[in-house]
């Protein structure tokens, strides 16, 4: 199926019935005017925001869709479990739409790209639409063999849910509220912005086919996914932080898991490969950082599209009104039995 079949458009379309938990999730976060900010109850927040964030960038991302380390049976579970917690759907779902954008960057078949349909879609407007809700195995067939990890991904909603109930009987409704829909929360649109802003804000060190930059602030709001150019030039690393001052706190509880057995064979770049752009020319280093988005372009993009639509429409209205005018009986000529 194209993306521009009516199916496709179709299946696109928010499902606004299906995303009423991701919306009441949001809306619940209202209450903390009610409950107030027990300090205990936004230590909770923060701890859960920082716990799932390393399930979703050491987990979901750099072990699942990267492979960028290697775990035993039982820790590859429990960094699945961790990353489940997040509520951003089970490890074989996200790991495998992750490898599709990799695969498809920034161009027409990339699933979330800003530079293909703007800010919204990109953040988060591909994710409650019903085109993208099924798990595709066939880009995740390594890790789908582990029926464990086939089981947690079909309830992966649960997890989230005995967290829930496990706040509310800790702390009662305020610690459910902060540690529970706040934390949630901040975390869904902390990880979102890798799919929105750090495709648009940043720098660019290295030549990629893609838009992607690095970005500081992105970096540490999720644990060092914000060194996104490092990244997309070279993918299967499990730093994306590659220098001193580039802050990848994943990558540095990755390192000191190794040291403990529980993780190994951490994948990092050569030298060569962090130091290649060293070899570029002042006028591409210039053409890097060249702005290469505008906000405007994807809705002036669909604004042609839409005005070439009209014009073919109308030009199809003008052929059949021609067609019809020239079937119609002439005053010079009569028709039928009219004709002499």
Same mark, same amino acid.
């Given at each position: 199926?194209?993306?521009?079949?009516?199916?496709?458009?179709?299946?696109?379309?928010?499902?606004?019935?299906?995303?009423?938990?991701?919306?009441?999730?949001?809306?619940?976060?209202?209450?903390?005017?009610?409950?107030?900010?027990?300090?205990?109850?936004?230590?909770?927040?923060?701890?859960?925001?920082?716990? !799932?964030?390393?399930?979703?960038?050491?987990?979901?991302? #750099?072990?699942?869709?990267?492979?960028?380390?290697?775990?035993?049976?039982? =820790?590859?579970?429990?960094?699945?479990?961790?990353?489940?917690?997040?509520?951003?759907?089970?490890?074989? $779902?996200?790991?495998?739409?992750? #490898?599709?954008?990799? !695969?498809?960057?920034?161009?027409?078949?990339?699933?979330?790209?800003?530079?293909?349909?703007?800010?919204? $879609?990109?953040?988060?407007?591909?994710?409650?639409?019903?085109?993208?809700?099924?798990?595709?195995?066939?880009?995740?067939?390594?890790?789908? !063999?582990?029926?464990?990890?086939?089981?947690?991904?079909?309830?992966?909603?649960?997890?989230?849910?005995?967290?829930?109930?496990?706040?509310?009987?800790?702390?009662?409704?305020?610690?459910?509220?902060?540690?529970? =829909?706040?934390?949630?929360?901040?975390?869904?649109?902390?990880? =979102?912005?890798?799919?929105?802003?750090?495709?648009? =804000?940043?720098?660019?060190?290295?030549?990629?086919?893609?838009?992607?930059?690095?970005?500081?602030?992105?970096?540490?709001?999720?644990?060092?996914?914000?060194?996104?150019?490092?990244?997309?030039?070279?993918?299967?690393?499990?730093?994306?932080?590659?220098?001193?001052?580039?802050?990848?706190?994943?990558?540095?509880?990755? @390192?000191?898991?190794?040291?403990?057995?529980?993780?190994?064979?951490?994948?990092?770049?050569?030298?060569?490969?962090?130091?290649?752009?060293? @070899?570029?020319?002042?006028?591409? !280093?210039?053409?890097?950082?060249?702005?290469?988005?505008?906000?405007?372009?994807?809705?002036?993009?669909?604004?042609?599209?839409?005005?070439?639509?009209?014009?073919?429409?109308?030009?199809?209205?003008?052929?059949?009104?021609?067609?019809?005018?020239?079937?119609?009986?002439?005053?010079?000529?009569?028709?039928?039995?009219?004709?002499?």
């Amino acid at each position: 199926m194209t993306a521009s079949s009516p199916a496709s458009v179709q299946d696109e379309k928010i499902n606004w019935v299906a995303s009423i938990p991701f919306i009441g999730m949001h809306l619940m976060c209202l209450f903390v005017f009610v409950t107030g900010a027990r300090p205990v109850d936004v230590a909770v927040c923060v701890g859960l925001y920082v716990l !799932r964030m390393w399930g979703i960038t050491a987990g979901f991302h #750099r072990y699942f869709s990267h492979r960028a380390y290697q775990a035993g049976r039982g =820790f590859q579970f429990f960094l699945a479990l961790v990353g489940t917690l997040a509520l951003q759907k089970g490890p074989l $779902w996200w790991a495998a739409h992750h #490898r599709h954008h990799h !695969r498809y960057s920034d161009q027409e078949q990339d699933i979330h790209s800003p530079l293909q349909k703007g800010f919204w $879609w990109s953040h988060v407007g591909w994710i409650i639409c019903d085109k993208y809700g099924e798990t595709r195995y066939e880009h995740i067939k390594d890790f789908a !063999r582990f029926p464990e990890l086939v089981w947690l991904n079909k309830l992966h909603a649960l997890p989230g849910v005995l967290l829930a109930v496990a706040l509310y009987f800790l702390g009662g409704f305020s610690m459910l509220v902060w540690g529970f =829909f706040v934390s949630t929360t901040l975390l869904y649109h902390g990880t =979102f912005t890798i799919n929105s802003l750090s495709h648009v =804000f940043g720098s660019r060190r290295y030549k990629t086919t893609d838009t992607s930059r690095n970005n500081w602030l992105l970096a540490l709001i999720t644990l060092g996914e914000g060194w996104h150019n490092n990244h997309h030039y070279y993918q299967n690393t499990a730093n994306q932080g590659w220098f001193w001052w580039e802050v990848d706190l994943s990558y540095y509880s990755l @390192k000191a898991l190794s040291w403990v057995g529980l993780v190994s064979k951490l994948r990092t770049p050569s030298e060569q490969v962090k130091n290649v752009y060293l @070899k570029y020319t002042p006028e591409e !280093r210039a053409a890097l950082n060249a702005p290469l988005f505008s906000w405007s372009a994807p809705l002036a993009a669909r604004k042609k599209a839409a005005e070439q639509k009209v014009k073919a429409a109308e030009e199809k209205v003008r052929e059949a009104l021609a067609a019809a005018a020239d079937s119609l009986p002439s005053a010079q000529e009569p028709q039928g039995l009219l004709k002499p």
